[in-house]
């Protein structure tokens, strides 16, 4: 069983920056691909990013393309989202997953372990 912990969200002012991060246990972090995935108040969960278990691929949705970075440090255990230039349409719940598969996801029902997710507030 894979626990995930998620920190770093925040109320930050458009064009701001915050770091996401996640810290897992109770697996093998290096066997386990992640993804970040976020919810706003009245919409459905979405996609955000992705890394695979040795981070040498990521995928991103579309509307945080060349804003966001997904990276993991796999001797610590965390997976990061690096948010710059941060739009009040990011302000949304943001939660992290795992599956344990080489291969990584942008379906949120492919993860098998999510996080309880981290608030994170773009004021404009």
């Known amino acids: 069983q894979v626990q995930l912990v998620e920190s770093g969200g925040g109320l930050v002012q458009a064009g701001g920056s915050l770091r996401l991060s996640c810290a897992a246990s109770?697996?093998?972090?290096?066997?386990?691909?992640m993804g970040w995935f976020r919810q706003a108040p009245g919409k459905e969960r979405e996609f955000v990013a992705a890394?695979?278990?040795?981070?040498?691929?990521?995928l991103y949705a579309d509307s945080v393309k060349g804003r966001f970075t997904i990276s993991r440090d796999n001797a610590k255990n965390t997976v990061y989202l690096q948010m710059n230039s941060l739009k009040p349409e990011d302000a949304a719940v943001y939660y992290c997953?795992?599956?344990?598969?080489?291969?990584?996801?942008?379906?949120?029902?492919?993860?098998?372990?999510w996080g309880q997710g981290t608030q994170v507030t773009v004021s404009s």
């Open positions: 109770g697996g093998t972090f290096s066997t386990y691909s």
């Open positions: 890394i695979r278990w040795s981070g040498g691929f990521t």
């Open positions: 997953a795992a599956v344990r598969d080489s291969r990584i996801s942008l379906r949120g029902r492919d993860y098998d372990y």
